[in-house]
T-cell receptor
Framework: EPEVTQTPSHQVTQMGQEVILRCVPI?????FYWYRQILGQKVEFLVS????????KSEIFDDQFSVERPDGSNFTLKIRSTKLEDSAMYFC?????????????FGQGTRLTVV | DAKTTQPTSMDCAEGRAANLPCNHS???????VYWYRQIHSQGPQYIIH???NNETNEMASLIITEDRKSSTLILPHATLRDTAVYYC?????????FGKGTMLLVSP
């Protein structure tokens, strides 16, 4: 069964460093997402991406964050100048289409720890 | 904010049916009801979704009331591996808004 894969599973970085989280969405999907979940809190939407551009973003997704689809398979989230409060699980998701009758499939997440 | 209300937690005995309720009184006519679950800190897992008709798949059944203001997710024979947080989400147009969900504990 096709699945969304994320690497690395765990990333430890020093405060102020840049990190890139990687995702390989399901191959025939067109809509891609990043969500995050701070320990003990709700899953929060960060950004959606379609047709090589951001289609929607939340208040959390400020200038510190960027997304890119550098080739036909990868979808990346870059966090510049990481802060302690960026420590969280980051989940990538993909959907075949963006309509309401379509389910999203999530990866297993990357645990980011900023020290 | 999430547009659904779910109990904080529920218990279920292994092998019994787990019935998880969800209220979504402000749902609009073209919004779907989605159910996802999250086992420990894994990625949310899609379970089922529906518009107004009841739906069934290999994982669960979804019962939506006629007025669409509430729904019930049914796991017909719960196992220990079904212990998870279950999220009821309405809309689902592109982005998903997660609430706090229901923590379902399945015990032997």
């Amino acid at each position: 069964e096709p699945e969304v894969t994320q690497t690395p599973s765990h990333q430890v970085t020093q405060m102020g460093q840049e990190v890139i989280l990687r995702c390989v969405p399901i191959s025939n999907h067109l809509y891609f997402y990043w969500y995050r979940q701070i320990l003990g809190q709700k899953v929060e939407f960060l950004v959606s991406f379609y047709n090589n551009e951001i289609s929607e973003k939340s208040e959390i997704f400020d200038d510190q964050f960027s997304v890119e689809r550098p080739d036909g398979s990868n979808f990346t989230l870059k966090i510049r100048s990481t802060k302690l409060e960026d420590s969280a699980m980051y989940f990538c998701a993909s959907m075949r289409q963006g309509r309401s009758n379509t389910e999203a499939f999530f990866g297993q997440g990357t645990r980011l720890t900023v020290v | 904010d999430a547009k659904t209300t779910q109990p904080t937690s529920m218990d279920c005995a292994e092998g019994r049916a787990a019935n998880l309720p969800c209220n979504h009184s402000t749902i609009s006519g073209n919004e779907y009801v989605y159910w996802y679950r999250q086992i420990h800190s894994q990625g949310p897992q899609y379970i089922i979704h529906g518009l107004k008709n009841n739906e069934t798949n290999e994982m669960a059944s979804l019962i939506i009331t006629e007025d669409r203001k509430s729904s019930t997710l049914i796991l017909p024979h719960a196992t220990l591996r079904d212990t998870a947080v279950y999220y009821c989400i309405v809309g689902g147009y592109s982005t998903l808004t997660f609430g706090k969900g229901t923590m379902l504990l399945v015990s032997p």
